[in-house]
């Protein structure tokens, strides 16, 4: 059983701040909990998965995150509680139906979680989703540590309910998946009954329909959605999750949220700036408690915001002062905007020690020159550095060979448009540098389709698109259907690698079972291909022969839209995980080094971590640590030196 | 509140490696045996697509009194626990001070460039007695060969746990190691782990 629910006096565990969120959500008596994966909000739905049935939860990894948060509101309108979750990317595809939802308002209280990832540490960008709560209109909240991201999910719950619209709670990656002491509170019963109820007027909130369509009279429902916001605005002035630590009247106020908050607690003790620095740490980020703000406001005279990423409570506190400048006085501000911290990437402690130092005119320096200059030469000699590349028997670093190999050998500057997911290293040489288009889930399909009808314009280049299964049908299928229906001579190369791995193997429609485990119908990705239309071929990534030359026919195929389904399960998935399939070695009789004339083909280029280059022997070798058995590399060496024998 | 002292409060260790070697298990057994002795606990991690192959870092504040920050300011770390050589200099060097105390795993994973021919991996006797020069409290151990020996390379973060156990600058015995193995994994694999604890435990003179 998980400790995720357990019960008791006084019970803690240490916590990630997604689990913290979950153990929130259980304590306020969460019925439904959908989302789509991505780092680093996977933990969540995973770990509601584990209590299901003893939480009487309904969970499900939906098929995209607008999807997801459908399927949370139908719970809501029901008048059950219900949490979406997804990560910063994931708002941008929810946008559409949150827009209208947070038109039509909820029942049940509804969450929407977000995490954020600053700094890009796992994503292709660190887009900065606490500006959607003010386009959405709805509140937002900014848990401050792992207790508060426990106990502010019950609390986000009760203000829904009273507004009667979704709540969003903002995360990020130092707080999701970062992990801290969480004291737990009693579990509530969750029987409930779900009832949805229309009959009703139209516009009735309790009983009507559930509708967003206001035609030409925004005042029925935009009206009452900005009383609702005012209204959380009110709530929000005596918010318990606003804290304030410091002076009556400081030298200088620091304003921030989330993990920045921990990070400005740590700069100031580290400084010893207690008695001169305050620290206003806001939970609730939108719309921002004005009466507050103003109070804290008018006892300094210099700000400094400590926020990630975008400079978002700077602009809106700033609107704040200046439409109460007559009452507060001129303030001086610092942040992102004045350059005392970067606009670019996360923060940490140093960077606000920095500022603070720069603001407060004092000098830190934590090691002497002498000692940083020892570092730096130790690191300089001593640490090279550590790129990016595939896992050992990955898929991809097999896939990629292929199509590389297949654009070369047609020689008309073919190229990949790609898509989100581990293979977004198709860019670098780990790929082969193979893809030349990267930007959201399923735009590599919708950009080779738009390629693919540019022959008009005398573009002669074969276009390729590659795409995950997981993504294939959370946004893919859509841009598929438009080639087809156009004729659009590109081929997607379907990358199957079994799940959602670069997440962590969650199930998607196209798996056998759902995130419980239990057995459901999979989606068949080569027949629903084919009976969009498209011609499709299948092949595993592992046979490079029977792979290239079922490329090279599609390339040469120019009738409309092609697939080509690579299947191989993720070295790292279950099903392959510490089964070698081959014993694999290098004969060093045969293999003839500098001189073969291979230029090192096996490591220099093919770059899999299991099959290193020996410097003092001047031959490759197998690394047995690394190597997972996947014997691709056989069918690389010119000479035939690399062995593989089948492990019974 | 716990009756263990802390040389130092907030304590900081970060446990380093690379992508796969089983870091974020390591921490959080090493966290959670903290955080039942009553000490406040952040583990600051980051994993995902970034950590493929990747130089990988958990960051541990322990503390009798508040919550840390997930990310341990330049200069701050007391102790460096590292999973391979290389990443153990890293983190030395974006973390460490003359006082921190380094204990790393002397076996190798190269890089990507290293792999390629196109870099140098050091060698590791060299690197030992560079680290000496900056930083004396430090230890070498081969726990990679050991966690060979008992029969998976994946024991390697047990290993390094039970040395660093031997070392005793962070408040925790075999005992808690044991108690809290038993809370993260299932029975059958107990038994190894707690026999690579005691290997690790035995490396450290």
Redesign the interface.
């Known amino acids: 059983m998980s400790y995720l629910i357990d019960e008791g006096q006084n019970i803690q565990h240490l916590l990630m701040g997604n689990e913290a969120i979950v153990r929130g959500a259980l304590e306020a008596g969460v019925n439904i909990a959908a989302g789509y994966p991505g780092t680093p909000s996977s933990e969540i739905i995973e770990s509601f998965s584990k209590v299901a049935k003893e939480r009487n939860l309904y969970v499900e990894w939906s098929t995209n995150e607008k999807v997801a948060v459908e399927v949370a509101a139908a719970g809501s309108f029901a008048g059950l509680r219900s949490l979406c979750v997804m990560k910063q990317n994931g708002v941008n595809v929810a946008s559409d139906f949150l827009l209208h939802l947070a038109s039509s308002g909820t029942r049940g209280g509804m969450l929407l979680v977000s995490c954020d990832d600053p700094g890009a540490l796992s994503s292709v960008n660190e887009g900065e989703s606490r500006l959607f709560a003010r386009l959405l209109e709805i509140p937002l909240l900014e848990p401050g540590d792992f207790q508060e991201a426990k106990d502010i999910i019950p609390w986000a719950f009760e203000l829904s309910e009273e507004i009667r619209n979704i709540v969003m709670i903002r995360s990020v990656t130092r707080l999701s998946h970062a992990s801290g002491n969480v004291r737990f509170g009693p579990l509530p019963d969750t029987a409930a009954r779900a009832v949805f109820n229309y009959s009703g007027p139209l516009l009735d909130p309790d009983t009507g329909p559930v509708i967003s369509m206001i035609l030409a009279a925004p005042e029925l429902q935009h009206g009452p959605q900005l009383e609702k916001l005012k209204k959380a605005a009110e709530i929000f002035e005596t918010c318990p999750f606003n804290t304030y630590t410091g002076p009556d009247a400081p030298e200088l106020l620091i304003i921030t949220s989330s993990a920045c908050s921990l990070y400005s607690r740590e700069a100031v003790a580290i400084l010893g700036l207690e008695k001169r620095v305050g620290i206003l740490k806001l939970a609730t980020t939108w719309p921002l408690p004005r009466r507050l703000l103003t109070g804290h406001l008018a006892r300094t005279a210099r700000i400094l915001f400590v926020e990630e990423v975008a400079p978002t409570l700077e602009d809106h506190v700033k609107i704040i002062a200046a439409e109460t400048a007559a009452e507060i006085g001129v303030k001086t501000f610092y942040g992102k905007k004045s350059g005392h911290l970067p606009a670019v990437g996360e923060l940490n402690p140093d960077l606000v020690i920095n500022a603070l130092a720069g603001l407060l005119a004092i000098s830190y320096q934590p090691l002497t020159d002498e000692f940083t200059g020892k570092l730096k030469g130790l690191a300089d000699r001593y640490a090279p550095p550590r790129g990016m590349t595939f896992c050992p028997g990955c898929p991809h670093r097999a896939s990629y060979w292929s199509i590389h190999n297949a654009l070369e050998l047609d020689g008309r500057r073919g190229f990949v448009c790609g898509d989100i997911g581990c293979y977004v290293m198709g860019t670098l040489p780990a790929g082969f540098s193979t893809v030349k288009t990267l930007h959201a889930m399923g735009s590599g399909s919708g950009i080779a389709s738009g390629f693919g009808k540019l022959k008009h314009f005398g573009m002669d280049q074969p276009v390729l698109s590659v795409c995950g299964d997981s993504t294939f049908f959370h946004a893919a299928l859509p841009a598929l259907a438009n080639a087809i229906h156009q004729r659009s001579p590109f081929t997607m190369v379907l990358l199957d690698n079994r799940g959602t791995a670069m997440t962590g193997f969650q199930p998607h429609p196209g798996s056998p079972t759902n995130v419980l485990g239990d057995p459901v119908p999979a989606l068949d990705m080569e027949k629903l291909c084919r009976a969009m239309g498209a011609k499709v071929e299948v092949s595993d990534p592992f046979d490079l022969a029977g792979t290239q030359q079922k490329l090279n026919h599609l390339l040469e195929y120019a009738e409309g839209a092609k697939v080509l389904i690579l299947r191989q399960a993720c070295a790292l998935s279950p099903e392959r995980r510490g089964k070698k399939k081959y014993e694999v070695f290098v004969d060093e009789s045969r293999c003839r080094g500098e001189d073969c004339g291979c230029n090192r083909l096996c490591t220099r280029i093919f770059g899999c971590p299991g099959l290193v280059w020996d410097r003092e022997k001047k031959v490759s070798r197998i690394d047995d640590i690394i190597c997972v058995g996947c014997g691709v590399c056989t069918d690389i060496c010119p000479a035939g030196a690399i062995v593989r024998k089948e492990i019974a | 509140m716990s009756d263990v002292r802390l040389a130092k409060d907030p304590y900081n260790i970060i446990i380093t490696g690379?992508g796969?070697q089983g870091n974020v298990l390591a921490s959080?057994l090493l966290?959670?045996m903290l955080?039942e002795k009553g000490f406040?606990?952040?583990?600051?991690?980051?994993?995902?697509?970034?950590?493929?192959?990747?130089?990988v870092m958990s960051h541990l504040r322990i503390s009798g009194k508040?919550?840390?920050?997930?990310?341990?300011?330049?200069?701050?770390a007391d102790v460096i626990v590292s999973l391979e050589?290389?990443?153990a200099?890293?983190v030395?060097?974006g973390y460490?001070?003359?006082e921190t105390m380094l204990l790393t795993n002397t076996?190798p994973?190269?890089?990507?460039?290293?792999?390629?021919?196109?870099?140098?991996?050091?060698p590791v006797a060299?690197?030992k007695a560079?680290?000496l020069?900056?930083v004396p409290a430090a230890h070498f151990i081969d726990a990679?060969a050991q966690a060979?020996a008992l029969g998976n390379?994946i024991l390697v973060n047990i290993v390094m746990l039970g040395a660093l156990g031997r070392l005793q600058a962070v408040p925790f015995r075999r005992d808690d190691f044991q108690e809290a193995i038993a809370?993260r994994l299932p029975p059958g694999q107990l038994a190894i782990n707690i026999q690579a604890f005691d290997a690790g435990y035995g490396m450290i003179q």
């Open positions: 690379v796969g959080r966290g959670g955080a406040l606990v952040t583990i600051g991690e980051t994993f995902g697509a970034s950590q493929r192959g990747g130089s508040t919550v840390g920050s997930p990310q341990i300011p330049r200069g701050k050589p290389a990443e200099i890293r030395l060097a460490g001070n003359p076996h994973i190269y890089p990507v460039g290293v792999i390629k021919g196109d870099l140098d991996y050091p060299e690197m560079a680290v020069q900056v990679t060979v390379p809370r």
